[in-house]
């Protein structure tokens, strides 16, 4: 059995819907932030990184959402949700989950976590107000480049997929002008209209 620990409105939401399209045998088990939750003695033994996600297997954790992606790929092969046999196009699937968690993850963080970065309260808000320039600059690189269509990958549907539709959820909220972005918004209205996604969307409340 797998366990996710999640929140709703975090990246894990990504690992969630690879699960159900894996149809993985799993709990969902939520971690409340708004009581601090995810600092808490308990989660800490479980992620010390004291962030969701993080998948419990058989044989450990796992956290970073591109390793709980990846891993689910390989767990569950006949759902084939990653290009398995190929190489180089595996590479290119890893590439894309690597710069939506490194790269548009982070400058989505810089409106909430500034304090991450720095201490100054000028320099936090500068952060804050560099959000829309930065994430729509990393969404109009997937926007004309990285996403081939229909799905991440072109054909078929991947674990790339799930984590695009995540992130995407954020783009209204980071300000940014949603008429730049059509195809990336045609994917996240037919990711929505899938039936595990419509699953987990219920129930990671």
Same mark, same amino acid.
């Given at each position: ?15 969630? +819907? ?11 088990? #939520? %971690? ?6 995810? #600092? ?5 033994? +479980?992620?010390? /990184?004291?962030?969701?996600?993080? $998948?419990?297997?058989?044989? &450990? ?6 390793? +709980? $992606?990846?891993? %689910? ?5 006949? @759902?084939?949700?990653?290009? $398995? ?5 595996? @590479? ?7 710069? %939506? ?12 976590? &500034? ?14 107000? /560099?959000?829309?320039?930065?994430? &729509? ?21 991947? +674990? ?14 980071? &300000? ?8 990336? !918004? ?7 209209? !899938?039936? @595990? ?6 129930? @990671?409340?």
């Amino acid at each position: 059995m797998l366990t996710l620990f999640y929140a709703p409105g975090t990246c894990s939401l990504a690992s969630h +819907i690879a699960l159900e399209m894996a149809g993985a045998d799993y709990a969902a088990q #939520r %971690i409340d932030f708004s009581q601090n939750e995810q #600092r808490s003695e308990a989660f800490l033994a +479980i992620n010390p /990184k004291g962030r969701v996600p993080a $998948l419990r297997t058989p044989q &450990g954790v796992i956290s970073e959402t591109p390793a +709980i $992606l990846f891993y %689910i790929a390989q767990s569950f092969p006949a @759902a084939r949700l990653a290009p $398995l046999d190929d190489a180089f196009a595996l @590479a290119q699937l890893q590439s894309f989950n690597s710069y %939506i968690c490194s790269t548009l993850h982070v400058a989505h963080a810089h409106k909430f976590r &500034g304090s991450r970065w720095a201490d100054d309260p000028a320099a936090i808000e500068a952060m804050r107000q /560099k959000v829309p320039e930065t994430v &729509g600059a990393a969404f109009d690189l997937i926007e004309q480049d990285l996403l081939r269509g229909p799905w991440v990958l072109g054909e078929p549907l991947s +674990i790339g997929d799930a984590y695009l539709f995540t992130v995407a959820q954020w783009m209204e909220g980071d &300000g940014l002008d949603m008429a730049r972005y059509p195809r990336v !918004l045609d994917h996240r209205k037919r990711m929505a209209a !899938l039936p @595990a996604v419509q699953k987990v969307l219920a129930a @990671a409340q």
